[in-house]
């Protein structure tokens, strides 16, 4: 109960697939909106069967492209949900959104379907980096989309990625002032990754990436997306996500926080406490195969693993510690005793990686840039 209960629905098909993206996303032909509506109905049925009495706080429909989605989908979702749990007041519900003009026009009745929140991958403010990056639409098709959002919504975030390909320091503080002039209230601003198994790694591995920033600079581009989204009210409350006050994201702050969330759709991870045992599940990754299973079975999931309480504790580190807020550890050993190593965390704190006050650990200003570096030294 401490982290809060949340729901995420993922939606697996894109107009494209972006030669960054390791997500499980699929390019169709066409899409069976009836037959799609009618699954995610019956998996928010099952779920909502095992868990009965939770109080729901997020719903996320991630991607994927959720603003592909007919709006009426999304209703019919929304409505189902909204009958089988007893909802926050504060309820929080985010659409995944790409900024084209065609699915800008869907704002409206998404909004009029129960949506709240809009997170848009806008990518770039730069037409060049965009084509680079494989997006399908321009930095005026994004302004434009974002207008519609912020006219349709109280609330929208979107997304940049920086340290791209030939991109410098100035570059990235021109691109970021203007975002952060955008009126948002909240970025996830994410450093470019090159994942095995994507476009983009198999170009990395056959040295056809060039312009990739080295670690000095991508250090410096780090520094300077915390400077200036400090500057603007908008510290990261999260390492990669800035938010102005009480504009964070609530469901991502479920993961966080290690609460309970339900997975629907093909290739959905989730975490629920049931009978006293928290478990892992999923879902397969095929979206053919996750919908006939939801129709032969009515279920959805792959079997599902129970967490011991060592793997708990740290799943509970490993995320927490991403948060500026950082972890109780109190909490921590509550989960499993001896987790938290004492030579360990003298050791990171006489580097001045970490701090100590009270029961909350935290990773320190000087720690954040080396973040997974602390983490295999706490966690290993």
Known sequence: MNGGFGLYIHWPFCQAKCPYCDFNSHV?????????????????????????????????FGGGTPSMMHPDTV???????KSRWSCANDLEITLEANPTSVEAGRFQGYRDGGVSRISMGIQSLRDEPLRLLGRLHSVAEAR??????RKTFDRVSFDLIYARQYQTAAD?????????????????????TVEEGTAFGHRFNAGMLPGL????????????????????????YEVSNHASDMA?????????????????????????TLNGQRLATTTPLGPMEWL???????????????????????????????????????????????????????YLGELDLITIEGDRLRVSPKGRPVLNAVLRELTV
């Open 28 to 60: 169709v032909s066409s899409i069976d909106h009836q037959r799609w509506t009618a699954a995610y109905l019956t998996e928010i049925d099952r779920i909502a069967d095992e868990t009965k009495g939770r109080v729901l706080n997020s719903v996320f």
């Open 75 to 81: 209703a019919a979702i929304i409505e189902r949900l």
């Open 144 to 149: 434009q989309a974002f207008d519609i959002a």
């Open 172 to 192: 990235w503080k021109a691109e970021l002032s203007e975002a952060l002039a955008m009126s948002v209230d909240h970025l996830s601003l994410y450093q470019l």
């Open 213 to 236: 920033p080295d670690e000095d600079l991508g250090a410096e581009l780090f520094e300077i997306t915390q400077e200036l989204c400090d500057a603007a009210g908008m510290p990261a």
């Open 248 to 272: 964070a994201s609530r469901h991502n702050l479920i993961y966080w926080r290690y609460g309970d969330y339900g997975g629907i759709g093909p290739g959905a991870h989730g975490r629920l």
């Open 292 to 346: 006939k299973q939801v129709e032969d079975r009515g279920n959805g999931e792959n079997p599902r693993e129970n967490i011991s309480s060592k793997d708990q504790a740290l799943e509970a580190l490993l995320m927490g510690l991403r948060l500026n807020e950082g972890v109780s550890m109190s909490r921590i050993e509550t989960i499993s005793k001896g987790i938290l190593v004492q030579s360990k965390l003298d």
